[in-house]
Nanobody
Framework: QVQLVESGGGLVQAGGSLRLSCAAS????????MAWFRQAPGKERGFVAG????????SYADSVKGRFTISRDNAKNTGYLQMNSLKPEDTAVYYC?????????????????WGQGTQVTVSS
């Protein structure tokens, strides 16, 4: 059983930056693909970014490419999402999720474990 806890969300002005963290319990974090998803009110949960177990492979949604960077530190059992040049449309609850295997999948149904989410609000 993997437990995930996100942190780092908050209120920021447009153009600002935030860094989200996802702390994982258990000894097998390094064998799991990790991803970030987000969900705004009235919208479906959507893929933001994903990273392979080794960190060698990453994938991004077009809407965040060039602004967000996903990374991980397997020694610390922690994943990160650095968010720069934030826009009001980035406002959402952000979730981290993990799945066994090396493929970065974009569907939320592919992920077995989820955190509780952290709110990110970007003001204009």
């Amino acid at each position: 059983q993997v437990q995930l806890v996100e942190s780092g969300g908050g209120l920021v002005q447009a153009g600002g930056s935030l860094r989200l963290s996802c702390a994982a319990s258990g000894p097998t974090f390094s064998s799991y693909t990790m991803a970030w998803f987000r969900q705004a009110p009235g919208k479906e949960r959507g893929f933001v970014a994903g990273i392979s177990p080794s960190g060698g492979g990453t994938s991004y949604a077009d809407s965040v490419k060039g602004r967000f960077t996903i990374s991980r530190d397997n020694a610390k059992n922690t994943g990160y999402l650095q968010m720069n040049s934030l826009k009001p449309e980035d406002t959402a609850v952000y979730y981290c999720a993990t799945r066994q295997g090396v493929a970065v999948m974009r569907s939320p149904t592919a992920y077995n474990y989820w955190g509780q989410g952290t709110q990110v609000t970007v003001s204009s």
